[in-house]
């Protein structure tokens, strides 16, 4: 059976969170991290919560966003596990097209990721198309592959529960504890987490 890999973006492969990133470069730190805080806890409704943090950067030029994203550090032991499965791994994330597709391109996961989907005229966004709901990526992947998801957040919940196999990672940041209620493995290390996906790849070839 195929093992296809799906990984959260914010805090699992990167090293922070990048909408709290952009908005302390203009000055809207503490309003990002209240709004920011109370979703990952799981206290404020995503996609409400979603729209009100792309409210507070939606002045700035996309493509100055686009390349602060870019440069966001990441954790390098996780790229390279994405990097030596690409065709089974892809980034699961609500972020937006327009803010994250420089950061695919540098880490080496363009078109291997679903993403949520913005409206821009003239270099600023003016809406938001669709905010994707993490748990529908496993409804579009084929039935015989068994999941692996891979997330730290309260909106990475749905996508664990329906997975095969769920891991919470806590390298970056506390994991919310719902997530922790539910998953096979939790791991607070990157190298850790790459020898556990490592394996549990591993596993599956020697099955076949
Ligand atoms: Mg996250």
Redesign the pocket.
């Known amino acids: 059976m195929n093992t296809v890999f799906l990984f959260?973006?914010?805090?699992?492969v990167?090293k922070q969170?990048i909408l709290p990133t952009i908005a302390e470069e203009i000055g809207k730190k503490d309003e990002m991290r209240e709004l920011t805080e109370k979703t990952?806890m799981g206290d404020l409704p995503f996609q409400e919560s979603f729209r009100s943090r792309v409210e507070l950067l939606n002045q700035i030029p996309v493509a100055k966003v686009a390349e602060l994203v870019s440069e966001i550090s990441v954790n390098d032991a996780i790229v390279k596990f994405l990097n030596e499965n690409k065709e089974n791994s892809f980034i699961v994330?609500s972020n937006l097209d327009v803010w994250i597709e420089k950061l695919m391109n540098r880490i080496g996961m363009k078109g291997r990721y679903y993403c949520s989907h913005a409206k821009v005229v003239d270099d600023k966004i003016v809406g938001i198309k669709e905010i994707l709901a993490k748990d529908s990526v496993q409804d579009m992947l084929t039935s015989k592959a068994k999941i692996v998801a891979i997330?730290?957040?309260s909106?990475?919940y749905d996508m664990l529960r329906k997975a095969d196999v769920s891991v919470s990672f806590g390298g970056?940041?506390e994991i919310a504890p719902a997530l922790l209620d539910i998953s096979d493995y939790s791991v607070y290390d990157e190298n850790k987490l790459y020898e556990l996906l490592t394996a549990i790849r591993n596993e599956e070839d020697a099955d076949e």
């Open positions: 959260d973006l914010d805090s699992t990167t969170e990952m994330t997330g730290d957040g909106n990475d970056v940041r």
